[in-house]
């Protein structure tokens, strides 16, 4: 199991950022997926997470309304359009796989990418 993530970087208070995670090794559209953050100082926070399908999404409150996450089952990619973005998104973002196949079990994850940075400020 291999995932990649990409597209962290700077963003200014109230911009945007697109975070890309690309999926090997495994059959990508039988897993749910998700991202999850750690902030400097902090634990793991879970952000997003996807059906296998895509229809199906689910945010931390904090991102309702400003996040968006989707999936390509063909490309193996999963990404995380981060908008109106707050300093308090400081974090290393990393995509991680659900740990059992076909949406069972929430918040349980058993891999993860190497996590991307985003830094939010002026």
């Known amino acids: 199991v291999r995932l990649v993530e990409s597209g962290g970087g700077l963003a200014q208070p109230g911009g945007s950022l697109n975070l890309s995670c690309v999926a090997s090794?495994?059959?990508?559209?039988?897993?749910?997926m998700n991202w999850v953050r750690r902030a400097p100082g902090k634990g793991i926070e879970w952000v997003s997470r996807i059906s296998t399908r895509g229809d199906s999404t689910s945010y931390m409150e904090s991102a309702k309304g400003r996040f968006i996450i989707s999936r390509d089952n063909v490309n193996n990619t999963l990404t995380l359009q981060m908008n109106n973005l707050e300093p308090e998104d400081t974090a290393a973002y990393y995509c991680?796989?659900?740990?059992?196949?076909?949406?069972?079990?929430?918040?349980?994850?058993?891999?993860w990418g190497q996590g991307i940075q985003v830094t939010v400020g002026n």
């Open positions: 991680a796989r659900n740990s059992y196949p076909f949406d069972v079990g929430h918040r349980e994850f058993d891999n």
């Open positions: 090794g495994f059959i990508f559209g039988d897993y749910a």
